[in-house]
């Protein structure tokens, strides 16, 4: 029985799914958030775009990518002839000049493949892009949810198997931090500011690697009593703590990578010359 207090009824059809859907909350607001909630995705998409533009642009480049003794960590492990010194050296013309095609277009697909699938990475660019949904609270204007169960989201669970192709890169990073502490005539002992620069970066690759859910899982999952597996213990307690600051380091991480192979770019064009230390 009406009581006279109801509302009128919407004159629009309510969709079938979705946050709007019949049996949800009829709320006509598209949210109730009064403050600038849009500037965290937003920040967020601009962020990872321009990582984006600049990895394209350097990885099609195929130019500039090799200063004695540093390689960028976006054409690395370097097996171009560009990164085949006049004299013996530790890069071999493996593969000669890539038949005109940038290296980088192949090695990144592991580096980059680990962060699309990373968890963190999976919710900045849900929300920066998709709008899946842009905050909390807010809802998305899709209709349908269907979470990553289908082509090509599903392909987001083969990230532990990206992690252990990650474990590989790192080692190839930190080989070449190795050999950054020489000089361009190839003499050890040496250290320059790309030095610190590759030093940096590996750090952080190492700690962003590290602190990925899938490697907290392998360390420590699967464990019923951990009492009996006090190292495995310890190394979860480790990784926990680094897991904790796991998108601090994706984007200090990005950030180190990116800088790490524009140092190098400015070097190998000739804008300055690699200050060296001693």
């Known amino acids: 029985m009406a009581t006279g207090?109801?509302?009128?009824?919407?004159?629009?059809?309510?969709p079938s799914s979705g946050v709007r859907g019949a049996g949800r909350a009829a709320i006509a607001a598209p949210h109730l958030r009064t403050d600038r909630w849009w500037l965290a995705p937003a920040a967020t998409a601009a962020g990872l775009l321009a990582f984006i533009v600049y990895s394209t642009w350097r990885a099609f480049?195929?130019?500039?990518?090799?200063?004695?003794p540093y390689v960028s960590p976006f054409y690395s492990p370097c097996?171009?002839?560009?990164?085949?010194?006049?004299?013996?050296?530790?890069?071999?013309?493996?593969?000669?000049?890539?038949?005109?095609?940038?290296?980088?277009?192949?090695?990144?697909?592991f580096p980059l493949g680990f962060r699309l699938t990373c968890y963190y990475y999976r919710k900045a660019y849900y929300r920066g892009f998709w709008a899946s949904p842009p905050?909390?609270?807010?809802?998305?204007?899709?209709?349908?949810?269907?979470?990553?169960?289908?082509?090509?989201l599903i392909l987001q669970n083969i990230h532990r198997y990206f992690f252990y192709a990650a474990i590989l890169v790192a080692g190839i990073l930190t080989y070449d931090t190795v050999l950054s502490f020489r000089d361009e005539h190839y003499a050890?002992?040496?250290m320059g500011l790309g030095t610190l620069v590759f030093l940096l970066n590996?750090?952080?690759?190492?700690?962003?690697?590290?602190?990925?859910?899938?490697c907290r899982h392998i360390v420590g999952g699967k464990l019923k009593h951990f009492s009996r597996h006090p190292v495995r213990y310890r190394?979860?307690?480790?990784?926990?703590?680094?897991?904790?600051?796991?998108?601090?380091?994706a984007w200090a991480s990005l950030v180190s990578v990116a800088l790490a192979d524009f140092y190098?770019?400015?070097?190998a064009s000739g804008v300055f010359d690699d200050p060296r230390f001693f």
């Not at 004299?87 to 697909?109: K, T």
């Open 235 to 249: 190394a979860w307690q480790f990784v926990g703590r680094l897991n904790a600051r796991h998108m601090l380091l």
């Open 135 to 152: 905050a909390c609270a807010v809802a998305e204007p899709h209709t349908k949810y269907t979470g990553e169960t289908r082509f090509p």
């Open 264 to 267: 190098v770019y400015l070097v």
């Open 202 to 214: 590996i750090t952080l690759i190492w700690a962003y690697t590290i602190s990925c859910h899938s």
């Open 61 to 68: 480049a195929n130019a500039d990518y090799y200063a004695a």
């Open 79 to 109: 097996l171009a002839e560009n990164c085949r010194p006049m004299h013996a050296g530790p890069n071999a013309d493996v593969f000669g000049g890539w038949w005109g095609i940038s290296p980088a277009i192949i090695i990144l697909i």
């Open 188 to 190: 050890w002992g040496h």
């Open 5 to 14: 207090t109801e509302p009128p009824p919407s004159t629009h059809p309510r």
